[in-house]
T-cell receptor, first 115, second 111 residues
Framework: KAGVTQTPRYLIKTRGQQVTLSCSPISGHRSVSWYQQTPGQGLQFLFEYFSETQRNKGNFPGRFSGRQFSNSRSEMNVSTLELGDSALYLC??????????????FGPGTRLLVL | SQQGEEDPQALSIQEGENATMNCSYKTSINNLQWYRQNSGRGLVHLILIRSNEREKHSGRLRVTLDTSKKSSSLLITASRAADTASYFCATAASGTYKYIFGTGTRLKVLA
């Protein structure tokens, strides 16, 4: 089976712009989670989707949003980009959406640089 | 912050030596997982230990869990240069799908 794929892999944007990142989970996986990783804050949970429903959201401003489609693919959007949004954005999928009870499989990440 | 703490933050050892890293967390948990990340890439799942388990082995990995102390340790035996990576523990508060990752330990294994 193909692993979790994320597109694009690298992205450069300027402050005030918006960005959409895409994640394709492993075939058959129904849960998709998103994380932001920065040197200062480490790995921070953004949100989790299961069957197109957001079940949990991390402590991020409303500029960060996401959605999941019926084929489990997910997108996250960041509007009005700030310099502090520069980070590695990681997507992870799991088969049954049982949270910490099961393994998450991570994609390679999208590295976003905001200038 | 709900984030777990890991120590040491960085560890440098010679090939063949054992590496031990520790994780402390703040909430009551059902399970705890360990992940490895190679140089700014995606995370790879290593092992899951359930709250009713005290120790678990997988190949050269040994994980312990002490729920009374809210801590876990990961031991890598006979380390190799390929083990060079950052290691994270992950938990979730009971009843949530919100993973909480530790701050990570950067391990460097010298050949």
């Amino acid at each position: 089976k193909a692993g979790v794929t994320q597109t694009p892999r690298y992205l450069i944007k300027t402050r005030g712009q918006q960005v959409t990142l895409s994640c394709s989970p492993i075939s058959g996986h129904r849960s998709v989670s998103w994380y932001q990783q920065t040197p200062g804050q480490g790995l921070q949970f953004l949100f989790e989707y299961f069957s197109e429903t957001q079940r949990n959201k991390g402590n991020f401003p409303g500029r960060f949003s996401g959605r999941q489609f019926s084929n489990s693919r997910s997108e996250m959007n960041v509007s009005t980009l700030e310099l502090g949004d520069s980070a590695l954005y990681l997507c992870a999928s799991s088969l049954l959406g049982q949270g910490i009870q099961e393994t998450q499989y991570f994609g390679p990440g999208t590295r976003l640089l905001v200038l | 912050s709900q984030q777990g703490e890991e120590d040491p933050q960085a560890l440098s050892i010679q090939e063949g030596e054992n590496a031990t890293m520790n994780c402390s967390y703040k909430t009551s948990i059902n399970n705890l997982q360990w992940y490895r990340q190679n140089s700014g890439r995606g995370l790879v799942h290593l092992i899951l230990i359930r709250s009713n388990e005290r120790e678990k082995h997988s190949g050269r990995l040994r994980v312990t869990l002490d729920t009374s102390k809210k801590s876990s340790s990961l031991l890598i035996t006979a380390s190799r240069a390929a083990d060079t990576a950052s290691y994270f523990c992950a938990t979730a508060a009971s009843g949530t799908y919100k993973y909480i990752f530790g701050t990570g330990t950067r391990l460097k294994v010298l050949a």
